[in-house]
């Protein structure tokens, strides 16, 4: 099973730093699953344009490959002006919907007010309930205030629920995972 972290922004390094944390909880406490983090500031993605995602080529073509391949997903985004980055929604668009079909989903948000978490339920959730995914029903949402002045996350409540969502969505998938193979043998 292989578990993808999405950074979902070009700018800034919070939402990237709460992605790999969660990553690195899972890889601690389930050896087995192999973990990769996506970091969109490391690719140089093309503009969705409508066509048929198998024509994109260079980077937008790696890009896809990798979240096509993934099992499920941590998928992260710091909160500008209310909404998900526009990298982030370009990275939607750009994947086949039957890419995420039945596939776990745990949503991490960053951002500069205490409220903008509610992107979260208002924007996030509705997006993978689109694609027919299957969400996790907790979060992380850190704010500025949980990092120190290195980066680093500070606040015991937003580690706590790294951990919990990282159980989360690890459950879901091999709970999920064995249901499907009991329904093959049936």
Do not use: W
């Not at 526009?86 to 039957?98: C, E, M, R, S, T």
């Amino acid at each position: 099973m292989k578990l993808l972290g999405i950074s979902g922004t070009i700018t800034g390094s919070k939402t990237k730093v709460v992605v790999d944390k969660l990553l690195a909880e899972v890889k601690c406490n389930h050896p087995e699953i192999e973990v990769e983090l996506l970091d969109l500031k490391q690719y140089d993605v093309q503009f969705c344009d409508g066509r048929d995602p198998s024509t994109y080529t260079g980077d937008t073509k790696k890009v896809i490959d990798i979240v096509s391949s993934a099992d499920f997903y941590i998928i992260g985004t710091p909160i500008f002006q209310g909404s998900i980055t526009g990298a982030l929604k370009n990275l939607f668009d750009l994947i086949p919907p039957q890419v995420f079909r039945n596939k776990v989903m745990g949503f991490v948000a960053t951002g500069g007010t205490y409220q903008h978490y509610l992107v979260i339920e208002n924007q996030l959730k509705p997006i993978a309930g689109y694609f027919r995914a299957f969400v996790a029903p907790g979060f992380v949402y850190a704010h500025n205030d949980h990092f120190n002045k290195a980066n680093e996350i500070v606040d015991l409540d937003v580690l706590e629920r790294i951990s919990a969502l990282s159980e989360e969505v690890v459950f879901m998938q091999k709970s999920l995972k064995a249901e499907k193979k009991e329904h093959q043998y049936n």
